[in-house]
C-alpha cells in the first residue's frame, strides 16, 4: 500500500481520494499489515519470513520473490505481491498474533492453480492436539473456518461446500472475522469490481476465546501454509501463489471496514478534477492575501 | 390498596417529568444519492441526511424512527438493533411505491448496465455476459428467468428431468464465470436483447437440500440480527434479488408492511425451523406486501397449450405435472421456487393482507413445516402453480381464514412427508376460491390429472423414507390428525372442472379426526380415484354443486343434512365468473341450514353457534380484503 504521496498533489489527493486514506487509516490500526512491496516487512516491527515449508522446524530461510501485480482496482492496491512456489511459506512467532478475542484476518490473494484438497491462506494452529487455534483455509475451491478454544478441538467449523469456488489467476480479497461467543463469518470480495463474491458465517459453537498457547502450532503465526510440526507445514498453498497484502486487527471490524478494503473508487470526473484545482487555487489565492 | 398522598404526588411528578422525555423519538433520515454518513441525519436535505441505512441504525434507539429516500441501496444490509415492546424502531422507506426505495443484492455492474452483453448465437437469442459469482435469481425488467442445468439445456429449453421448460431462462457457467440468458422471443416481455433491460442478477442462495437455510448475509436483503425480542417495523421497501429473503429476522417480534418482494425466494424469513419454539423465530407479522415470482405462473399455462396444440413434447415422465419445472426440476432443488411469501416460520406470524401471485407457492412446506399458531388471513394468493397453503410436515394451531383465493391450482395441501407429528390442528375457514372453468380443463386435457381443491393424504414415505425412521413400527392404515384435526368450514369453493379431493395417500388408508362442515363446493367431482369416498374424513351440512358435469359422490361431500343442487352445470359456471362477492350476495345456499363447529371454538369462538353455509360467517356478508401495499 502505497501512500507515497507528492506534497504537491495533497490537496486534489483531499477531494477526491478520502476512501483510500480511510483504508490507510484502517491499515493503520491493524495489529500487523504486510505491504509485501519488495519485503516482508510488517507494521508494528512484525516481519514475516519466507521458509522452506517442506523442512522440519521450518527452516532454512528462502529468499522471498516479489511479482508485479496489475488489474486490481481496489483503493489500496499495491503494486508487487510475494510469490509462492508451492514449498515456500511465511511465518512469524510475534506474541502479539496471538490473539484470543475479537479479531480478523484479511489477505488479498490470487491462487496459481485450485488444487483437490485444502489450502491454508492464514494460520495460528496445528491440525494436532493441543495445538489448535485459528485458521483460515480452502477446500477444493471453498473457503473455510476453525476455531479452538482449548487448542484440542476445533469447536467452531465454518464450511460451505455451495459456497463461492475460487477460480485460479483471480484476484480475490478474503476477510475471517472472529467475534467471541458470537460469530466466525468470511467474507469474499473481487477487488477488481468492488463485489462481494460471497459471505458466510456460523453462530454455532463459537467460543469465548481462541487458545493462545505458545505451543508451536498456536504459536506461530503462519501465512500460505499451516504448521505441521515435525513435519514442516501442510496445505501450502500451491504454485504460482500471488498474495499482494495481509493485515491481522484485534477486533471484529465492521462491515464496512471490510467492504472498505476492497472498495473500487468510482472514475474520477473532469468536474471533480476541476473542482480539486479550483480549491487549490482559491487556497493559493488566499495565501498570497495574507 | 389506597395510595397515600406524598406517593401520588410523586407519581404525578414522575409522569410529568419523566414520560414525555420516555416517549421522545428521533427521525434519522437517510438518503443514499446526497446524504453523507458524517451529517447528524436529522432532515432529509443533503445537508444534513445520512448516506446509510446502517449508518442510521447505529444512531437510532426505542421509538426512533429511520425514513429512507427514493434510491437503490445495496444490500446485504445488516442491522444489529432492537427497539421495546411499545417503542419499535421503525425503518421506512420515504415512498412506498414499487421500486422507489430498492434494497438490492443483484450485481452491481450488470444491473447498472456495465458489462456488455455479447450474442452468441443469435437464431437462438443467446447471450453471454461476463459474471464473477453464482446465482440462483435473474430478473429482466422485473421478469423471472428460469434456470437451467446447462447450457445444452438452456439452449433446447429442456429442464434436469427431460421435460420441456419455460421459454425463457438462464445457465451460470461457474468455471469459465459466464452467464447466458434467453429471453423470451415473443416480445410480450419486451426486447430479447438483454442490453434493453434492467437485470438484476442475485447471489447464490442459501444452505441445506433447499437452499432455504440461512448460511451468511448474501442471503438477505435485510437482515434484522440477534436471537431476541427486536421490536422493528419495517414498511415500504422494494426487495430485490437476494440469496434468499427480501427481510431476514433473526430474532422474534417484527412487522414487515407495505413492502415489495423481487426476486425473492422467500419475502420475510425466521432463523431456522425446529419443533422447540425458544431457538425459532417468534411474533413476526407479514401485510400488506406484494410478493411474487412472476411469469411463473404464465410459463406454466403456456407450456400447457404448447403441449395441447403439440408443439413440445413431455418426456416420459413418471409425473404427470410436466410443467413443475420451477419445483426444482428445472436446474437442481437448491434453485426450487416452492418457497412462498415466508419461510422458516416459527411461532405466532401472522401473514395478512398480502397480493401474493404469479408464483409457484403461497405458503409451502419451507414455510411452515413446524410453524406454531400461524394466522394467514386476509390475503389474495392468485395465479400459483401448486398450493396456496400447505400445512405439511408438522404445522399446529393453523388458522387459514378470509382469504380470496383465484386460479391456484390446487389451494390446500395436507400431505405431510416428515412422519408424526402430523399437521393439526388446522382450520380452514371463511375462504373463498375461484378457479377458471378453462384452467382445469386445460390440466386434465394435457396431462389427464385433474387438480382437486383440497389435497390431502400421507404417502407411504412417511413411514419408509429414511428421514423417518421413528415409524417404522407404527401403523399405516389410520392417519388421525393431532388437536382439533383439520377443520374445514364455511368455505365458499368454485373449482369447475377440478375435483374436491386429491388423494395422496392408498384408499385402504383412512383419514381421521378431519371435518368439512357448512362448505359450498362447486366442482366436477369427488375425487379422480372413482372409489374414494373420502374414508373417514366426517362431511356434514355442506352445498354441492356439479360442474360441468353430474356424477354421484357429491353426496358424500353434501354429507349429513347436507344439498346437492340439482342446477345445470352451464347456470353455475356462467355465475361463476361474475364477482366473488356479487356471487355470495345472491348465492342459493344463503337460506342453507348451516350447523356449529365446536370443534373449532379455539380458532373462532363463535364456532358452536354457526348456523350458516358458506363464507360470511352467520348472515355477515362476506368481503373482498383489502391486499398490497398501501401507498
Known sequence: MKRAISSFIVLPLLLIGFGSLQGATLLDDAVAYWDFEGNLDGTHSINLTDVSGTTAGMTPTVVPTFNPVSGIKAVNAGTQAVAFDGSNVLKTNAASLRIGGAQTLWLRVNLGSIPSGTVAFMTRSRPVNSQRGISLQMTNGHLQGYLSADGTTYNTQLTNSSSYALQASSWYDISMRFDPSNVLRIDLYDPVTGTLLDSMETTANVPASISTSNSIGSGYFQVGSINNGSSGSAYIVPDGTLIESAAVWNSYLSDADVRSLSAVPEPRSISMLMMGGASLAMILRMSRCR | ?631
Not at chain 2, 394435457?446 to 389435497?455: A, H, N, R, Y
Open chain 2, 1 to 631: 390498596m389506597k395510595i397515600p398522598p406524598p406517593v401520588t404526588g410523586l407519581l404525578a411528578w414522575f409522569c410529568g417529568c419523566c414520560l414525555p422525555f420516555a416517549a421522545h423519538a428521533d427521525v434519522y433520515y437517510v438518503d443514499g444519492k446526497k446524504g453523507s454518513d458524517s451529517s447528524d441525519g436529522r432532515s432529509p436535505d443533503a445537508e444534513h441526511a445520512l448516506a446509510t441505512i446502517q449508518e442510521a441504525a447505529r444512531r437510532a434507539g426505542p421509538g426512533d424512527v429511520i425514513t429512507v429516500a427514493e434510491g437503490v441501496y445495496e444490500g446485504p444490509i445488516d442491522l444489529h438493533i432492537a427497539g421495546q415492546p411499545d417503542r419499535p424502531i421503525t425503518i421506512q422507506a420515504a415512498s412506498r411505491k414499487k421500486n422507489a426505495v430498492i434494497i438490492t443484492n443483484a450485481e452491481p455492474a450488470l444491473r447498472k448496465g456495465a458489462v456488455p452483453w455479447t450474442v452468441v448465437d443469435e437464431s437462438l437469442g443467446l447471450y453471454r455476459a461476463a459474471l464473477a459469482r453464482p446465482t440462483c435469481r435473474i430478473l429482466y425488467s422485473g421478469v423471472d428467468l428460469q434456470p437451467y442445468a446447462s447450457l445444452d439445456a438452456l439452449k433446447t429449453f429442456v429442464t434436469a428431468d427431460g421435460n420441456p421448460g419455460p421459454r425463457h431462462g438462464y445457465y451460470y457457467d461457474e468455471k469459465a464465470q459466464m452467464l447466458y440468458v434467453r429471453l423470451h422471443v415473443s416480445g410480450k416481455y419486451g426486447s430479447p436483447n438483454p442490453s434493453d433491460h434492467l437485470i438484476c442478477v442475485g447471489p447464490r442462495t442459501g444452505g441445506g437440500y433447499a437452499g432455504n437455510n440461512y448460511d451468511g448475509p448474501l442471503f438477505f436483503n435485510l437482515g434484522l440480527r440477534g436471537n431476541k425480542p427486536l421490536h422493528v417495523v419495517v414498511d415500504g421497501f422494494t426487495f430485490e434479488t437476494p440469496g434468499y429473503a427480501g427481510v431476514y429476522v433473526d430474532g422474534s417480534d417484527v412487522v414487515v408492511r407495505n413492502s415489495w418482494f423481487l426476486g425473492c425466494r422467500a419475502g420475510v424469513s425466521g432463523r431456522r425451523e425446529s419443533a422447540d419454539p425458544s431457538v425459532t423465530s417468534n411474533r413476526v407479522t407479514v401485510e400488506f406486501c406484494d410478493y411474487h415470482q412472476y411469469p411463473a405462473y404464465d410459463d406454466m399455462i403456456e407450456l400447457l397449450e404448447l403441449r395441447k396444440e403439440g408443439r413440445i413434447p413431455a418426456a416420459a415422465a413418471r409425473f404427470p405435472l410436466f410443467w413443475w419445472s420451477r419445483k426444482g426440476n428445472g436446474a437442481g432443488n437448491n434453485n426450487t421456487y416452492e418457497t412462498g411469501i415466508c419461510n422458516l416460520v416459527g411461532s405466532d406470524w401472522i401473514v395478512r393482507n398480502n397480493d401474493i401471485h404469479d408464483a409457484f407457492e403461497g405458503l409451502s412446506t419451507w414455510a411452515i413445516r413446524w410453524s406454531k399458531g400461524l394466522v394467514v388471513t386476509g390475503n389474495r394468493l392468485e395465479r400459483l402453480v401448486d398450493n396456496a397453503v400447505e400445512s405439511e410436515d408438522h404445522a399446529f394451531g393453523m388458522r387459514i381464514y378470509g382469504n380470496y383465493i383465484v386460479n391456484v391450482v390446487e389451494p390446500f395441501s395436507w400431505q405431510p412427508l416428515g412422519g408424526e407429528p402430523w399437521p393439526g390442528s388446522i382450520y380452514i375457514y371463511d375462504n373463498v376460491v375461484q378457479s377458471d372453468l378453462a384452467l382445469n380443463q386445460l390440466i386434465t386435457a394435457v396431462s389427464d390429472w385433474t387438480p382437486g381443491w383440497f389435497k390431502a393424504g400421507a404417502s407411504s414415505q412417511n413411514w419408509e423414507a429414511p428421514w423417518n425412521s421413528h415409524m417404522k413400527d407404527l401403523p399405516r392404515d389410520v392417519v388421525r390428525a393431532p388437536g382439533d384435526g383439520v377443520v374445514v368450514f364455511n368455505n365458499t369453493v368454485f373449482f369447475p372442472g377440478g375435483e374436491f379431493l386429491t388423494r395422496v395417500q392408498p384408499p385402504e388408508r383412512k383419514f381421521e379426526n378431519f371435518r368439512f362442515v357448512n362448505n359450498v363446493s362447486v366442482a366436477a367431482g369427488f375425487s379422480r380415484q372413482q372409489e374414494d369416498l373420502g374414508g373417514g374424513i366426517a362431511f356434514s351440512h355442506n352445498a354441492w354443486a356439479y360442474a360441468p358435469e353430474g356424477g354421484v359422490r357429491g353426496q358424500v361431500f353434501a354429507g349429513a343434512d347436507g344439498t346437492v343442487f340439482p342446477e345445470s352445470s352451464s347456470t353455475w359456471i356462467a355465475s361463476m365468473s361474475q364477482n366473488a362477492e356479487d356471487i355470495l350476495d345472491g348465492a342459493p345456499w344463503k337460506d342453507l341450514p348451516g350447523a356449529g363447529v365446536p370443534s373449532a371454538t379455539a380458532a373462532f369462538p363463535g364456532a358452536a353457534d354457526i348456523h350458516t353455509v358458506g363464507a360470511g360467517l352467520n348472515g355477515r356478508p362476506w368481503k373482498m380484503p383489502e391486499t398490497g401495499p398501501r401507498e
